[in-house]
């Protein structure tokens, strides 16, 4: 058996003795469930590339697979999580910007730091090498956002016009005072939370009305929070490879449906409000 389904390969999902024409049926109805208008170009703003510590993968080739398959456009791409021997990405940083320059028309490469390692150091390289933003994981490299480092590289990203994507969701604590802080010190951060900032969202929401560039990815959010927010604060995300295309496609046909989202809520969600963070259209 060849193809891949629901972001694996069928072959691995049979011989662990799924049903695979059933959850090939599941995947093509998620698919269907969202309607995006024509000519939107449609935006992962989350995957991870590369082999995770924890065991998860993906490689940009399958990575391309699954976006054909799924009509996905384009997608920000940062490693998982693997800081390497120095503990500074140095290495993974390396290998996604070998898959962009390998598909410059479907990924969008963002380096992924530890603020307190060489984190001036690494983000200058990764820019100059060419990457467009900036991936946070406070849980996996235990930080603090509030932190004077984690304060620094935020400065330096959007001294850069980068956007952060922070990590917001599973094994977060309390973040909206952290966040109150950070922007505080930084308060023209272009921020992404991650997961619909699920750690602590209805906080987070009430904070971010007051930052514009504060943004909310849909990547394994909970569908009630995606429906309380404004869809102009929303972008696409799929946690690739923790989620897959066709549920991420899935909860935000159901969010707009419950929403009310128009053709235009729609085009910013699913790109849109993502590429007026990156700098425009042609970011």
Request: glycine residues 10%; contains cysteine; negative net charge.
């Amino acid at each position: 058996m060849s193809g891949r389904l629901l972001g694996q390969h069928a072959s691995v999902l049979a011989s662990a003795g799924a049903d695979v024409a059933a959850l090939a049926e599941i995947e093509e109805w998620a698919r269907r469930s969202v309607v995006v208008p024509p000519g939107t170009e449609v935006v992962d703003a989350h995957v991870h590339l590369g082999v995770d510590r924890d065991g998860h993968a993906l490689s940009a080739a399958d990575l391309i697979a699954d976006m054909d398959a799924n009509g996905i456009g384009r997608a920000v791409a940062f490693p998982a999580d693997e800081p390497g021997s120095g503990g500074d990405f140095r290495d993974a940083n390396g290998r996604v910007i070998e898959a962009w320059a390998a598909h410059p028309d479907r990924i969008i490469p963002f380096c992924r730091i530890d603020p307190a390692v060489g984190a001036t150091a690494a983000i200058d390289e990764a820019h100059a090498a060419g990457a467009r933003g900036l991936k946070l994981h406070p849980v996996a490299q235990r930080f603090a956002p509030e932190g004077e480092e984690c304060v620094a590289a935020v400065r330096r990203a959007t001294d850069l016009r980068w956007p952060v994507l922070f990590h917001a969701g599973f094994g977060a604590r309390a973040l909206a005072p952290a966040f109150a802080a950070l922007l505080e010190w930084v308060p023209d951060a272009r921020v992404i939370l991650a997961h619909g900032g699920r750690g602590d969202h209805r906080a987070l929401a009430a904070l971010a009305a007051a930052y514009p560039d504060v943004l909310f990815d849909t990547s394994i959010a909970a569908l009630p929070d995606l429906v309380m927010l404004p869809p102009e604060r929303i972008v696409f995300g799929t946690d690739r490879p923790y989620g897959d295309h066709a549920q991420a496609l899935h909860l935000v046909g159901a969010a707009a449906r419950v929403a009310g989202w128009d053709a235009t809520a729609m085009r910013g969600v699913m790109g849109g409000n993502l590429m007026r963070l990156l700098g425009g259209e042609g970011a």
